[in-house]
């Protein structure tokens, strides 16, 4: 492909990250070559979505097989772009490029020039580009130049265009979809978040009330790597905005822990140790509520535009 084609941001949407976990030779290395893929992805103005972050047959060991197949499949299906890794064989990816398909998600494969690619998966009409690379810096022009294709594709309207009603009425789903998920995939990322007792109940029922955004969970184990008390009190206290000392009590640890593993997740998620309330309600507004929905946002509003 072209490596010298303008690289126009895409879209703000979710990039799956797709390749080999399991029994891989060299986890690590193979483990930072999606980071590589992950963070190209980023910079190209799309949220990375990491399976070995949040099911890792290795380090989630203990997820029910389903619960992994249901967490997968919903990044899938509600991605922007699947970026799949072509270079080790996999039953996982073939699956992942299968059921973008179904669900019309652009898919862009990746290998090593000199690594033979399935004819099967390259046949596949999901797979809109294919990016084969000799080294890291041919890797990351390609890369940013297929994904500013997809991105360049979406924006001129290739896909049908759909009737507003039908559109707001899949924006409503979609909502629905970011406000709940299955009760399996609750339950295995609070295994990967390490909850259990009063702090995974108090977060199970308040995604079930859709005070707690499901997918705004899916995030903060999987994009943000919260775990154990650093995620229960950012849940608690900045999301649920739970009192200190009812904090403590469900946590089970004193105050200044509370406060200390506060500070220790807003950094972690971007925000300054002493954000101020109206800042930490921003950045739930726009990093755990309006992502799930944003794609359908701005084309309903595109429509909108268009027409007027």
């Known amino acids: 492909m072209d490596e010298g084609r303008e690289q126009t941001p895409v879209a703000v949407g979710e990039a799956y990250i797709s390749g080999a976990l399991t ?16 963070e190209i992805a980023e910079a190209a103005g799309l949220r990375a979505y990491l399976p070995h972050r ?16 249901e967490i997968d499949r919903a990044h899938v299906t509600g991605a922007a772009v699947v970026i799949a890794y072509a270079g080790i064989p996999s039953f996982g990816v073939g699956i992942e490029v299968e059921l973008a398909r179904e669900h019309a998600v652009p898919v862009i494969v990746v290998a090593e020039r000199d690594r033979p690619i399935s004819r099967l998966l390259l046949g596949n009409p999901a797979v809109v580009e294919v990016v084969k690379f000799a080294d890291l810096e041919g890797l990351r022009r390609a890369l940013a130049a297929a994904l500013a294709a997809v991105g360049s594709v979406t924006r001129e309207g290739a896909r049908p265009v759909v009737a507003d009603d039908v559109v707001v009425q899949r924006f409503i789903t979609s909502l629905e979809h970011a406000r709940r998920l299955p009760a399996v995939e609750v339950t295995g990322l609070l295994r990967v ?25 899916r995030d903060l184990v999987g994009r943000y790597a919260l775990r154990g008390a650093d995620l229960g009190a950012f849940v608690l206290r900045d ?57 359908l946002q701005l084309h309903l509003f595109g429509i909108t535009n268009a027409r007027h």
Do not use: C, M, N
């Not at 290795?58 to 197949?69: N, S």
């Not at 930490?280 to 755990?288: D, F, G, I, K, R």
């Open 23 to 38: 029994a891989l030779d060299d986890a690590s290395r193979t483990k930072l070559f999606y980071e590589v893929l992950a």
């Open 239 to 295: 999301v649920l905005e739970r009192s200190l000392s009812e904090t403590a009590g469900t946590l089970g640890v004193d105050p200044r822990a509370v406060r200390r593993h506060v500070a220790t997740a807003r950094v972690r998620v971007g925000l300054p140790e002493d954000a101020a309330p109206d800042s930490v309600a921003q950045w739930l507004v726009t990093e755990l509520i309006a992502p799930p929905t944003r794609a």
């Open 54 to 69: 949040v099911s890792d047959p290795v380090a989630a060991a203990h997820l029910d097989p389903r619960a992994v197949y």
């Open 193 to 217: 978040g390490e909850l259990d007792g009063d702090t995974a109940t108090a977060i199970r029922d308040a995604v079930q009330s859709g005070r707690l955004f499901a997918a705004g969970l």
